[in-house]
């Protein structure tokens, strides 16, 4: 069984940056499409970036695009989620997720039933 775990979150100000991480625990990095996905208080959760497990497609939901960045370093096994110009409307629980690859193109990687792998979470608070 993956195991994914995030971290990095905390409260920061509007306008400041923050870097997510998600480790895994076998080396699924180079193989495995990567998403991040988040949850907001009274809200559902819903998708914020993937990376194809080839990583030469990513993909943002159009509310971080220009703000957000996904990357991977395969030898550390890890992903990444760079956020700048954070707004206080980016306050949720953000949550990796992992996919064997069942399809690198946008419709599936946005859909939270295509990834059967999920970390636990980490908290991210923007203050305006």
């Known amino acids: 069984q993956v195991q994914l775990v995030e971290s990095g979150g905390r409260l920061v100000q509007a306008g400041g940056s923050l870097r997510l991480s998600c480790a895994a625990s076998?080396?699924?990095?180079?193989?495995?499409?990567m998403g991040w996905f988040r949850q907001a208080p009274g809200k559902e959760r819903e998708f914020v970036a993937a990376?194809?497990?080839?990583?030469?497609?990513?993909y943002y939901a159009d509310s971080v695009k220009g703000r957000f960045t996904i990357s991977r370093d395969n030898a550390k096994n890890t992903v990444y989620l760079q956020m700048n110009s954070l707004k206080p409307e980016d306050t949720a629980v953000y949550y990796c997720?992992?996919?064997?690859?069942?399809?690198?193109?946008?419709?599936?990687?946005?859909?939270?039933?295509?990834?059967?792998?999920w970390g636990q979470g980490t908290q991210v608070t923007v203050s305006s």
């Open positions: 990376i194809s497990w080839s990583g030469g497609n990513t």
């Open positions: 997720a992992a996919d064997r690859d069942t399809g690198s193109y946008y419709g599936n990687l946005i859909r939270e039933t295509t990834y059967e792998n």
């Open positions: 076998l080396r699924i990095v180079s193989s495995h499409n």
